[in-house]
């Protein structure tokens, strides 16, 4: 089992809001930080108060060297071994001075970091001590059923040589005093990553941040590693006659589509520790997840948002000899699928409950085969009820439940709604956004994609706030029990949009700085005249910023106010790729959105390279 083996393709890292105005630190340092959590820093180690150090009595006086047991002493603490070495008591050094030697039976156990009660024996080892200063090696795996969450070990001893003697538990070091000594108050991370197609164990710590990096406003808090992977072999059950083919769908039109496994591991801090008086700082924890996305997506989500593909596929905008441009009725050349809008527009939110809003399919018919083909303006889809209707979203929010149902960690920590939105945040948050898109708003498929493509450096457009926040909501619909909404940001200088949940109180250990003060406020009523009042309280949600908390203090002026665009508690599928139960393609699948006929997209076949103005799919029996 590799340590580290493989780097992830990109890190990003985050920070909170406006934490050196929450926290009252003054000259405390992290030894004092510290005190009081010490279970919940160190499973491993009991209290600290009784943990050896550099400067304390270890037990080898000479008044009480034979009433204390001998000491484990780490050199180093590896995610698939661990080097160290036992300073032995004084009858044990005498033997071992005359040439004799002790046998020690050591025991390696791993604990989830949030509950160091639940044990798991990794590994046995018996060694046999010949010299004082002399090292040994323990190696250990971690089975199948403790990956995927955070954890730190236990190690014990047991003399089974000369006499037989008692297990006991060893203590280690909490921390590293200087930067230069090993770090021993580590965490290993033992997880799958699907992208790489091995279990892989990840050494990380100290499980917490220091003083003066939690107070550092530019600081990661949060961070998110990504791995990709194409696969060799498809995703999903494609259909006998494949029309996904590059001739098809050229990419210069339709997108770098492929199906992609993405493997993300998300570090978020935790705050209910912080409500234990002498505890300043939060206590780290982290998440693993395996998603993919499919090519056929990535062209229906292009297929459906970009008005130039809809007019180049209905023939009304000519494409060239080279299929690098095409030119509209009017002689006005455009050379890419985002030259003009997008069915998703930020000018048309649709005002209120999402069930009362036009389909996007519906919506993208009447571009591209009805009345609505002067102007994208006249194409109006609300970003949420796009984003969640995407078979991908509903897969990505079922495997955040998923793991997160099986991380014992996690199960520890209370408001749980609070931590899910949390972890999305620092998912979407984290990732690279450019506000150079113009009018052109992106699907979630277009965006993900985007961030594969930004993994090397390119210049691949990431996202704008109505991107993010709408891919903030379609995981959230399908994960959060609660509503989830889009926010207008409106000011003399400030035109922007935001993601929000509603009706979810925040836990009360928050410090200062993750506070929402909005949150106690109304909203200002919006056209519909929806208020407050209507949902509960609202959580606004950042999702172009990196801030891995969810309601914090807003930093926008006096004058600024918030509306509600649009809000949704339940969206159904509403794409029109056949999928199976577990919401992937299959050509076998079912069509869930709700229209007879659909247009089974994997049947579909008058794209722009074969173009076609009339809705041959209406004789398709799906």
Same mark, same amino acid.
């Given at each position: ?81 661990? @080097? $160290?070495?036992?300073?032995? =008591? %004084? +009858? ?5 001075? /005359? ?40 190696q250990y795996e971690f089975p199948d ?71 550092? @406003? $530019?600081?990661?808090?949060? =961070? %998110? +590693? ?5 696969? /060799? ?105 985002n030259s003009e809008g997008s069915l ?279």
């Amino acid at each position: 089992m590799p340590d580290d083996s493989s780097e992830p393709d990109k890190v990003y890292s985050s920070a909170p809001l406006s934490r050196r105005t929450a926290l009252a630190l003054g000259g405390t340092g992290l030894t004092a930080a510290l005190a009081g959590c010490s279970e919940m820093l160190s499973p491993s180690s009991g209290s600290r108060d009784q943990n050896p150090s550099a400067d304390e009595d270890n037990g080898n006086s000479e008044s009480d060297e034979d009433e204390q047991p001998d000491l484990f002493v780490p050199v180093e603490i590896g995610g698939s071994e661990t @080097e $160290f070495g036992i300073r032995v =008591r %004084t +009858e044990y050094a005498n033997l071992i001075a /005359d040439g004799g030697s002790v046998e020690y039976l050591v025991r390696v156990y791993s604990a989830p970091l949030f509950d160091s009660t639940d044990r798991t024996l990794l590994t046995e080892q018996t060694i046999t001590k010949t010299a004082s200063d002399e090292t040994h090696t323990v190696q250990y795996e971690f089975p199948d059923d403790c990956l995927n969450y955070a954890q730190q070990l236990t190690f014990t001893l047991e003399v089974t040589s000369p006499d037989d003697g008692e297990e006991w538990e060893v203590a280690i070091p909490e921390r590293r005093r200087e930067r230069s000594e090993p770090n021993l108050d580590v965490v290993l991370l033992p997880f799958y990553n699907e992208a790489r197609g091995e279990t892989m164990v990840s050494v990380r710590g100290p499980p917490y941040p220091s003083q003066s990096e939690y107070s550092d @406003e $530019f600081e990661p808090l949060a =961070r %998110t +590693e990504v791995w990709f992977n194409e696969p /060799d072999e498809s995703l999903y059950n494609r259909p006998e006659y494949d029309y996904v083919t590059e001739d098809r769908y050229p990419k210069h039109w339709y997108g770098d589509w492929k199906d992609l496994q993405i493997t993300m591991v998300v570090r978020y801090p935790v705050y209910e520790v912080m409500e234990d008086d002498d505890q300043n700082v939060p206590l780290y924890d982290w998440a693993t997840f395996n998603f993919d996305i499919t090519d056929i997506e990535m062209i229906e989500g292009r297929r459906w948002n970009s008005f130039v593909v809809q007019q180049i596929e209905r023939g009304r905008y000519e494409l060239s000899s080279d299929g690098q441009t095409a030119t509209t009725p009017s002689g006005t050349v455009r050379d890419s699928h985002n030259s003009e809008g997008s069915l998703i527009t930020a000018a048309e939110f649709y005002h209120g409950d999402i069930s009362d809003t036009p389909t996007p399919f519906s919506e993208y018919y009447r571009s591209r085969y009805g009345d609505a083909t002067t102007s994208s303006d006249n194409i109006n889809a609300n970003p949420i009820k796009v984003a969640a209707g995407r078979p991908v979203m509903k897969r990505w929010a079922t495997e955040i439940e998923d793991s997160l149902a099986n991380n014992p960690n996690f199960q520890e920590h209370d408001a749980h709604g609070y931590y899910k939105a949390t972890i999305v945040k620092a998912i979407i948050g984290s990732s690279p956004y450019s506000f150079s898109v113009g009018s052109y708003m992106q699907t979630p498929e277009e965006v993900i994609s985007n961030w594969y493509q930004n993994q090397n450096g390119s210049d691949a457009l990431g996202g704008n706030c109505v991107d993010a926040s709408a891919l903030f909501c379609g995981i959230g619909v399908h994960l959060l029990d609660t509503t989830v909404g889009l926010l207008q940001v409106t000011g003399d200088n400030v035109a922007h949009v935001q993601a929000c949940l509603f009706g979810r109180e925040l836990p009360s250990y928050l410090p200062d700085a993750a506070h929402n003060r909005n949150a106690t406020n109304s909203i200002t009523s919006s056209s519909t005249d929806y208020e407050d009042r209507d949902y509960g309280k609202f959580m606004p949600v950042e999702c172009n910023y990196a801030g891995a908390t969810i309601g914090y203090v807003q930093r926008f002026d006096p004058d600024v106010y918030l509306s509600i665009s649009s809000f949704a508690s339940n969206i159904q599928i509403n794409s029109h790729i056949p999928v199976n139960d577990d919401y992937l393609p299959d050509a076998d699948g079912k069509i869930l959105a709700d229209r007879e006929p659909p247009q089974n997209a994997f049947r579909f076949n008058s794209t722009i390279t074969n173009p076609s103005e009339k809705p041959y799919f209406e004789r398709q029996n799906a």
